[in-house]
């Protein structure tokens, strides 16, 4: 079993990290908030780190899965950061979604040290984190990716290897951008046949049995019907990914124009008070609109 390193224990990074500890794995753990590390410690027989710098010293591999670029930055090259105690040949695997452009650049920091560094951002929100399915997008070099595959394994079913650095990012946030268009042409269909008196049940059913069947409608439908928006892949978060949609296209040239309006009923959505409920509880700011509810 190998030494591995975990930071970040939110509601992917705690599920993710004890998927590792389940494996068998030897694990030190950090978190900002330090009750979780220790919590997750005593339960799966974890090691507790205070900070980054600890983990990088008592891990061959070092994941991670943090909120937003500023973070992974801060905890990979701040101080006290895993590249103060990192050895050379330790691989660094960062699981969250951040910007590409700033990801090759810590990424290049880290070389300059001996350092690999994969980008390796993931899907399925929580119950994929909590049951091990996760899918991976992975960029940087193969032989370092073929190397760490296995320590994957315990949280994700679905490795795809995206090619060079950033890639893996670049991938997870064209996903995403797909994913979050679709929501709002589901939350306005809905809207639009539940103001017009057709029953949201038989609404799902004709998409379900139509070209415009989606993973994501029949399975976020359910949530929509019984009102349930307890975040899974909450608005704070996806906006925050929109927003580095918008800035990668931006840098590649790259027009987004349905992706910049859904930026804003997501700002909406946060501007009303649902930040920290789930994605499909955007559909409340078109309900608010229209008068009406999409519920069975």
Not at 21 to 30: C, D, I, N, Y
Not at 253 to 270: D, G, K, S
Request: with cysteine; charged share 20%; glycine share 12%.
């Amino acid at each position: 079993m190998a030494k591995l390193g975990f930071l970040g224990l939110g509601l992917m990074g705690y599920p993710m990290a004890r998927n590792l500890l389940k494996a068998g794995h030897e694990v030190a753990l950090w978190s900002h908030t330090s009750e979780k590390a220790r919590a997750l410690a005593s339960a799966e027989g974890g090691r507790f780190c205070a900070t980054p710098r600890e983990v990088a010293e008592r891990a061959e591999c070092v994941f991670l899965c943090v909120g937003d670029t500023g973070m992974s930055r801060e905890v990979i090259l701040g101080k006290n950061g895993v590249i103060e105690s990192a050895k050379p040949g330790t691989v660094v695997a960062d699981a969250s979604t951040v910007s590409p452009s700033e990801s090759r650049s810590i990424g290049e920091a880290l070389q300059a040290k001996g350092v690999e560094f994969l980008d390796a951002p993931c899907t399925g929100s929580t119950p994929g984190a909590e049951g091990g399915t996760l899918t991976f997008m992975i960029g940087g070099r193969r032989e370092v990716f073929e190397k760490t595959k296995p320590f994957f394994e315990p949280m994700g079913k679905r490795l795809y290897y995206c090619g060079g650095p950033g890639l893996g990012l670049q991938a997870k946030l064209s996903q995403n951008l797909i994913l979050s268009n679709l929501l709002i042409a589901f939350n306005e269909g809905m809207v639009l046949a539940a103001k017009g008196g057709v029953d949201p049940k038989l609404m799902l059913e004709i998409l379900d049995n139509s070209a415009a069947k989606s993973g994501l409608i029949s399975f976020k439908a359910p949530f929509v019907f019984r009102g349930d928006f307890q975040a899974a892949f909450s608005v704070r978060w996806m906006h925050k990914d929109i927003g580095l949609m918008l800035d990668s296209g931006k840098e590649l040239e790259v027009p987004l124009l349905l992706t910049a309006i859904t930026r804003q009923i997501f700002q909406a959505a946060i501007s009303g008070g649902y930040a920290e409920e789930d994605i499909c509880s955007t559909i409340k700011v078109l309900e608010d609109m229209a008068g009406v509810q999409v519920r069975a």
